[in-house]
């Protein structure tokens, strides 16, 4: 995938090629044996389903917001809203340190 970016005058500049998927790369396989339990070879095969694949980011939404509702009722609002301002404020800190070219840009566009 190429990765581009828009700047003020509405010019386009190219940041890099990037593999999201691996091109060769199969999906590994857990050899099912008789002694695995019964209810952790069914959530493999759910997770490897092509359902869940097509929607997997769907799902991610769902389980995210699920978290975030349950820690409102929990914790509260503000301390939520604190956690959260802090988990954005790592995956900066950590994108930075990555050399992650969308938290660069974002740097740069603030600094």
């Known amino acids: 995938m190429r990765l581009f970016t ?16 691996p091109q ?3 999906a590994p396989r857990i050899a099912e044996s008789a002694s695995a339990p019964a209810g952790r070879r069914r959530l493999g ?17 769902m389980v995210m917001g699920l978290v975030i509702g349950i820690l409102f009722i929990t914790i509260g609002f503000f301390k939520t809203l604190l956690l959260a301002i802090l988990i954005g ?6 994108g930075f340190f ?14």
């Open 45 to 61: 095969n759910l997770f490897s389903s092509p359902l869940f694949r097509r929607y997997k980011k769907t799902v991610g939404g």
């Open 89 to 94: 404020a790592g995956f900066v800190v950590g």
């Open 6 to 21: 828009q700047d003020e005058q509405q010019q386009w500049h190219y940041l890099g090629d990037y593999d999201i998927v």
């Open 98 to 111: 990555d050399r992650n070219p969308v938290v660069l840009k974002f740097l740069d566009s603030i600094g």
């Open 24 to 26: 060769n790369a199969a």
